[in-house]
Structure formats: C-alpha cells, structure tokens
C-alpha cells in the first residue's frame, strides 16, 4: 500500500469505504445473473448491438485476465453506455458468474446515482464506484485510494483517461486526466489494458449508438514506465496510457481507409 | 528576480492552459488559477510542471496544493529561486 498517499485520507474513512465495497461486491455478485441477462438481452436483442469478432474479443480478454494483474483497464469515450458495451463485448453472462472479479468496475460521476431510483440501482448492481468531479481532493484521493484497493486485490476498474466522452470524437491527448497515472503509481507493477471502442456509424459522441450498431473493438495490454518521481512520474503514466489509444485509434481508421 | 517578472512568466505558462481566455487577459495577483481561468487539476499539474522547468526549482506535492492563486504562485516561486 502506498502509506504517503494513503496518509492523505482518514483512515477510518478508509476502511469504512473498504467495508461498503466489499458488502457491495457480495451483494452485486447475488444479483448478477438474472440483472445481467436483462440488460444483455436488451443489448443484443432491443438495440442490435453487435460486436464484431465478438468470440476472438472474449477469447483474448480471458488470456489478458489469467497473464495479467494487477490490471486497470483504460478505454476511449464516445456514448453514455460505453461501459456496457465493454461488459457484453468481454465476457458472457455466464464466464462473469464464475469469474466475477473479471467483471470490471466503473467509476461513473455522482450525477449517475442521484438521477432517480432506477439509476442508483443499476449502478450499484454494476460494480460502480461513484465520483463528483467537482468534489474535494480528499475525495478524489478516496476513489483513487478505493480503485487502488480492488486492483490489489485482483479486480478489474474501467477508467475513461479522458474524463468524459470526446467532444470531437477522437481520442483527445490534451485532455489527459492524470487520476490514472495517480492509480499506477500507487499499484505494484500494475498492467494497463488499452481498449479501443468505436461503433461504426459513430462520427461523433452521443448519449447512446446507433440502433443496430456494429462495435469494433481492439485490446492491448501496456505497463507503463516511468524513470521520474511524483508529479512528473504520475503525467508520464498517464500519458502513455492515452498515446497508446491514440494509436489504437489510428489503427483503426487506417484499417477503415484501407477497406475503401 | 523581480515579483512582475514572475507574475508574467506564470500568466505566460497558465495561458495555453486557461479555458477562460478573458479572465487571463483580466489577471492580478488575487486570481484563483482553477475558477478563474477555468484550468482543470490535471492541467494544474502541467502547470505546476512547467513552473519547475522555467524557473529551475522544485515544488513539493504539499506546495502544490496550497498553491490556489496567482499571488501563491508568486510567492512560493520567490522564495524559491
């Protein structure tokens, strides 16, 4: 455990957090399979939503997960409900049930568990760890602290290194949050799986796809070096964590102006 | 090094930065560089960085954060170089 940081926040606090997360993973485990298939189902079957290679994805993923841990996955940002589609891209409903920790958390703004009942539900039952991005750096410190835990102990964290959904639709480097690099810095040896999603049909960002949408989908897995210290150390993670989505996403419309 | 000098290599710095263009070109000493200039904490580590770079000194984490205004910046850089 990294006891600077650690040092920033209380530690009690810390603890009763700790507590929450697990009775939450209990709890969330016991409703996963009938809630999983209902959103799947929507998913699939209401929306069309269709991932291309959908069985090589898994198949890799099942790889990373067994190689790889302590394992943060970062992932570009284009619609509301990118954190779904990553979920149904990754696993089925039943290698989830029995590989619950592969089932990654989130980490979505505050404003996601005060829209309403249905809401606050579903990300309870999803593995999310809220954050107001205007809150205090004392909780920011405490969601980096939390996310920290979980990794450590062989979950899976979903981070949006941009912070929000891309205004102009690619991935935007200027825009670098460095919570991610803050998150590396203080997990031994921690592994980052970049992921690369972008429906087909998707020019720019939006609430939610395209009825019907195709998803491509890419995977790398990259551990972030940094010879630096501090501040500088946390910038070089994070940074090499977005460079490595920009390239993805070159690879990507590479690969579509090749198809033309 | 003169206090005017370090307030304009730091509005200098904090400027790329600012999404609030206007309040950059309104500075003073009592401008709150997150509100004010509408810089994300993120890119007050930039800035923060780059404070180092140009005046050749280090700031602490614990510096950093109490670093709220322009006034603090100048103040913490003068002491320092």
Known sequence: MNDDFLSKVDKKKYQSEIKKIKRQKLYDHIIFYPLAHIVIFSLKFIFRYKIKNGKEIKEKYKKIVKENSPLLLCSNHLTLIDSLIIHMALGSVSWYLFNFKHFN??????????AGWFWRFMSYAGKCIHIDRYGTTEHHDMVIEKIRYLLKDGEICTIFPEGGRSRTSRVEIENTTYGIGKI?????????????????SQNTYSDYPKWGEKFYLDLEVINPESKNKGMRQVRDYSMQVVTKLKEMEDKYFSLINDKK | MEDKEIFDKI???????????????????????????????????????ALEDEFDIEISDEEAEKI???GDAVNLIKEKV
């Open chain 1, 105 to 114: 958390w989130n980490v979505p703004a505050i404003e996601n568990f005060t």
């Open chain 2, 68 to 70: 709220e205004t322009i």
């Open chain 2, 11 to 49: 509005v200098g710095i904090i400027g790329p930065f600012a999404k609030n263009k206007e309040n950059v070109a309104n500075v003073s000493d009592g401008s709150n560089i997150l509100k004010d200039f509408e810089v994300n904490s993120s890119r007050l580590v930039d800035i923060i960085l």
């Open chain 1, 184 to 200: 590396i810095q203080g997990v031994e040896d921690c592994k980052v799986l970049c992921l690369y999603l972008r429906g087909e």
